[in-house]
């Protein structure tokens, strides 16, 4: 998405980038970043929490409307979770919790079978 920002920019078409890989999406050098710091896959918002998804898409609205500078990073001061350990905790495997990742996958496929029929 990054490259393809870029790309639009240099064609005149004013983009934001919401993203949660900073690294990445800095390097590739976009006109402008919206950068929450939430795990890879959602980086508009915590899944069923609209305020946090209305203010990260205001963050981004108002950079679009108000930046002028290239390459411009704006992070949003929202975390993840309470206790801000997403980071060790966001789809971890361990002895300790591998049985029940198991039984709680071993239900949604029962449910998802029953829902084919």
């Keep these: 998405m990054s490259l393809v920002?870029?790309?639009?920019?240099?064609?005149?078409?004013?983009?934001?980038?919401?993203?949660?890989a900073k690294d990445i999406v800095e390097h590739c050098g976009?006109?402008?970043?919206v950068f929450t710091d939430f795990p890879l896959g959602n980086p508009c918002g915590r899944p069923d929490d609209l305020a946090s998804q209305q203010l990260i898409m205001t963050a981004a609205l108002k950079m679009l409307e108000e930046t002028t500078i290239p390459?411009?990073?704006?992070?949003?001061?929202?975390?993840?979770?309470?206790?801000g350990q997403w980071k060790t905790d966001f789809m971890y495997?361990?002895?300790?919790?591998?049985?029940?990742l198991l039984a709680a996958g071993d239900r949604r496929r029962a449910e998802?079978?029953?829902?084919?029929v």
């Design 93 to 100: 495997v361990g002895d300790d919790n591998r049985a029940a």
């Design 5 to 20: 920002a870029r790309t639009l920019e240099e064609n005149g078409i004013a983009t934001v980038v919401i993203g949660s």
């Design 112 to 116: 998802q079978a029953t829902a084919r």
């Design 30 to 33: 976009v006109a402008r970043f």
């Design 71 to 83: 390459g411009t990073t704006v992070q949003t001061p929202l975390a993840f979770d309470e206790h």
